[in-house]
Each structure stands twice: as C-alpha cells, then as structure tokens.
C-alpha cells in the first residue's frame, strides 16, 4: 500500500502507441496535402510553369512578327530611296502600274486569250 501513491496513473503503452500513430498519421497527411497543394500552385499558378511556357511562346511570336517588320521598314526605306532618287524606276512604275507612255508612244494592251472551248 505505500506504493500506491507512487503508482502512475497513465494510459497503457498500448493506447499510448495507438494515439501516438493516429498522430504520425494526421501529420503526415496534412503535410501530404499541403505538398500537393503547393506543387499545384507550382504548376498551374499565376508564376507557375505552365504560365511561364505560355509566356514564352508568346514572346516568340512577338519577336518573330518584331523581325518581319523590321524587314518590312527596310524594304519601305529602300523603296522610298528609289522613289526619290532613281528616275529609271519612276519610270518603270508610271508605264506599269498607270500606262503611262512618253509624247508619241502607243500603249497596247494585250489581253490574253481564252483557251476555254465553252
């Protein structure tokens, strides 16, 4: 009887073991959830990878129509010098493009004959 009052008052190991895995065990699965989460922000969110790849397509294709007109410029500065300082192009454009001709000249128009046996 004096080692009563000593005597613990505590659960058995058994229990104890029980609680103590049903801890582990909530544990685990909230840092499972919180990984998951985390790797689906990852991926999907607003500076996600997925977000990071379209942003990179995108900006492919703004360089690539940046480089055609940049071409385009080149070539409107190119026809603009002509149009300013070549006259045997000036030329060229006026008979082509608005049949014009020189005092004296005739201008022929060819049209081309239809192969259709209709």
Known sequence: MQ????????PPRTVRRQSTDTQRQFIRGVLLLIGVTLLIVFIFG???IFQLYKLKRERAEVQAHITLL???????KSEKARLENDLDYIEKLARE???????GEKVFKV????????
């Open 3 to 10: 080692y009563d009052r000593l005597k613990r008052h505590s």
């Open 46 to 48: 607003d500076h996600g």
């Open 70 to 76: 940049r071409k385009e410029r080149e070539q409107l």
């Open 97 to 103: 493009r608005f049949r014009m001709a020189k005092p």
């Open 111 to 118: 049209i081309p004959k239809n192969t259709d046996s209709d």
